[in-house]
């Protein structure tokens, strides 16, 4: 028979924004603050965790030229430490580039993208199991770069015809 091994409380905020500090950058943020309550059920590991922790992320893209034709995306977010299930995170963040241009009136389009880029995505915890401390990290190794092209075939404009309709015979 399986038992569940801990409880866990968890009450927080989120919110997100969106804003132009200045005119050719558009800013996308987040920001989730919470507490974590949790109580083991196991003789062996710690019995409680409690504290509080936060997220914050901003997706950011800002336009290069008039034509609109060139653009550069800055994406950041960082965990900050937190308890999950009987493990103590430490913090970790991630920040990834990238550059998108358009060509041919805006069919063809042209993106490089740069995830990872400093290698910070990095979880490392410690729990205590059986009055021992044990720690760990794991680094998925999730740096990549990603090229892509993609082609609209057929015209921007859609026809769309209006039809007049009501409940009237």
């Known amino acids: 028979k399986r038992l569940n091994y801990y409880d866990q409380f968890s009450i927080g905020l989120y919110e997100s924004f969106t804003f132009h500090p200045i005119e050719k950058l558009e800013s996308n943020n987040s920001m989730n603050v919470y507490y974590k ?14 504290g509080f922790s936060a997220f914050l992320e901003t ?12 653009f550069i995306s800055f994406d950041f977010w960082y965990q900050f430490p937190q308890y999950y299930s009987i ?3 430490k913090g970790y963040s991630n920040l990834d580039l990238g550059f998108k241009s358009l060509w ?18 990095k979880n490392k915890n410690t729990s205590v ?3 021992i401390n044990t720690s760990f990290e794991n680094y998925e190794n999730r740096q990549s770069i990603r090229f892509s092209l993609k082609y609209s075939f057929g015209n921007n404009t859609n026809n769309i015809k209006s039809i007049n309709s009501s409940n009237q015979e």
Do not use: M, Q
């Not at 309550?37 to 409690?50: G, M, R, W």
């Not at 893209?61 to 034709?69: A, S």
């Open 37 to 50: 309550k949790i109580n083991s059920f196991l003789p062996e590991t710690s019995s409680d965790y409690d």
């Open 59 to 70: 997706d950011n893209n800002y336009v290069l030229n008039e034509n609109k034709t060139y």
């Open 87 to 89: 493990y103590k995170f």
């Open 104 to 121: 041919l009136d805006k069919k063809l389009i042209f993106t490089i993208y740069a995830s990872d880029v400093f290698k910070t995505l």
């Open 129 to 131: 199991f059986n009055g």
